[in-house]
């Protein structure tokens, strides 16, 4: 079956460092992955979508030069959260799909603290 | 821009009671609806997906669809303890070839015996 293994599960950093986080996809081909975040409190918002040989789109109030995402074949993508500060702490969960009309699989998210 | 709304807030049933769980959403043309469970601080599984008007069926979870009312519905048949969880609506719009899930902010469900 389809699989998506994100890690690390949980991670801490100090106020004003960076983490990286990444996805693994199993048993299919990431042709699609979208990135999320869960505040807080908030429920999931979009980041970016990424697709293999395409730009990736960046959601109004997220950058690249924030969140740099890299998707370099069809079973990878990875995502920094550079210079993190508190309210960047929360879930932050990919998911990738292989075809326009499957459903995305979510791998179990990142969980980031910020101290 | 879409929006999507989900009621109630939380909800408790017992076990093996229904349990009927609500979701709006303020753009019609969407043309994809999910329902995703999300155990404790884990990532998400898709419960159903559903596409048409009408109702469609996964094991004990059961999705209507209206578009015209803009609603989309999750019941859970028999609940058990172990489907305690946050259940949350996605909607697709249209406009980005179903690759864009806006989420409602979730339902609390607990189940208990």
């Known amino acids: 079956g389809a699989l998506v293994y994100q890690y690390p599960r949980r991670t801490i950093c100090k106020s004003g460092t960076s983490m990286r986080m990444e996805c693994q996809a199993v048993?299919?081909?990431?042709?699609?992955v979208a990135w999320y975040r869960q505040s807080p409190q908030k429920t999931f918002e979009l980041i970016a979508l990424?697709?293999?040989?395409?730009?990736?789109?960046?959601e109004q109030n997220f950058t690249q030069e924030k969140f740099p995402i890299s998707h370099p074949n069809l079973s990878f993508s990875s995502m920094t959260v550079l210079n993190a500060y508190l309210e960047d702490r929360g879930l932050y969960l990919c998911?990738?799909?292989?075809?326009?009309?499957?459903?995305?699989?979510f791998g179990s998210g990142t969980r980031l603290l910020v101290i | 821009q879409q929006k999507v709304q989900q009621s109630p807030e939380s909800l408790t049933v017992s076990e093996g009671a229904m349990a009927s769980l609500n979701c709006t959403f303020s753009?019609?043309?969407?043309?994809?609806f999910r329902w995703y469970r999300q155990h404790s601080a884990k990532g998400l599984e898709v419960l159903v997906s559903?596409?048409?008007?009408g109702e469609k069926e996964e094991g004990r979870f059961t999705a209507h669809l209206n578009r015209a009312n803009l609603h989309v519905s999750l019941h859970i048949r028999e609940p058990q303890p172990s489907d305690s969880a946050v259940y949350l609506c996605?909607?697709?719009?249209?406009?980005?070839?179903?690759?864009?899930?806006?989420f409602g902010q979730g339902t609390i469900l607990k189940v208990y015996l």
């Open positions: 753009d019609g043309t969407s043309n994809n």
């Open positions: 559903i596409f048409s008007d």
């Open positions: 998911g990738a799909r292989d075809t326009a009309n499957s459903d995305y699989t």
């Open positions: 990424s697709t293999v040989n395409s730009a990736i789109k960046y």
């Open positions: 048993g299919f081909q990431a042709t699609s």
């Open positions: 996605a909607v697709s719009p249209v406009t980005s070839s179903g690759q864009k899930l806006v």
